[in-house]
């Protein structure tokens, strides 16, 4: 599981930057692949969506930070 999660934090940093350049500069990274209709661009927007999903639902059981554990206890 945490390979998985690596893969998808790594896919969520990608997609974040890429946002960022689209935004402040109006230039996407799918451009580099070949622009967004190539195939390979949509694989990689598929896999960040999918990560992103992934982590909404399994962030708090691979977070340290918002594992039950590692929470203060309220009194």
Same mark, same amino acid.
């Given at each position: 599981?945490?390979?998985? =999660? ?5 896919? &969520?940093?990608? #997609? #974040?930057? !890429? *946002?960022? &350049?689209? #935004?402040? $500069? %109006? *230039?996407?990274?799918?451009? &580099? $692949?070949? #622009? %967004?209709?190539?195939?390979?661009? +949509? ?6 969506? &999918? /990560?992103?999903? *992934?982590?909404? $639902?399994? =962030? +708090?059981? !691979?977070? +340290?930070?918002?594992?039950? /554990?590692?929470?203060?206890? %309220?009194?």
């Amino acid at each position: 599981m945490k390979a998985i =999660h690596m893969i998808a934090i790594t896919l &969520l940093i990608v #997609g #974040g930057l !890429n *946002w960022l &350049l689209v #935004g402040l $500069f %109006q *230039w996407d990274v799918g451009v &580099l $692949f070949g #622009g %967004q209709a190539a195939m390979i661009s +949509k694989i990689i927007y598929v896999l960040v969506g &999918l /990560s992103a999903i *992934w982590e909404i $639902f399994t =962030h +708090k059981s !691979n977070c +340290k930070m918002c594992s039950s /554990s590692a929470m203060p206890k %309220q009194m």
